[in-house]
């Protein structure tokens, strides 16, 4: 079992900076990679960035060159960097974990950007 917990959302100005985090826990150890999702009203949840456990980046081209994602093996946590907030950008993020055949989901933090 893997539980992970975000953090760092909250509301933005068009164009300003927030930082997520995903605290991960319990079988820590089996987690292959780490990711985050968003959800908007009324859209289907999609696919924003992905960092493996060797270190490997994935994200999806909306967000290229805008967030960063990254980890801190030694807090077991992956972090969102997100600069140049649009408000198209406006979601709730999920943290994901895949373990093996099964993935875990956070709880979700809401993102606001206003114009």
């Known amino acids: 079992q893997v539980q992970l917990v975000e953090s760092g959302g909250g509301l933005v100005q068009a164009g300003g900076s927030l930082r997520l985090s995903c605290a991960a826990s319990?079988?820590?150890?089996?987690?292959?990679?780490m990711g985050w999702y968003r959800q908007a009203p009324g859209e289907q949840r999609e696919f924003v960035a992905q960092i493996t456990s060797g270190g490997t980046t994935n994200s999806a081209d909306s967000v290229k060159g805008r967030f960063t994602i990254s980890r801190d093996n030694a807090k077991n946590t992956v972090y969102l960097q997100m600069n140049s907030l649009k408000p198209e950008d406006t979601a709730v993020y999920y943290c994901r974990a895949w373990v093996q055949r099964t993935t875990y989901w956070g709880q979700g933090t809401q993102v606001t950007v206003s114009s």
């Open positions: 319990g079988s820590i150890f089996s987690i292959n990679a």
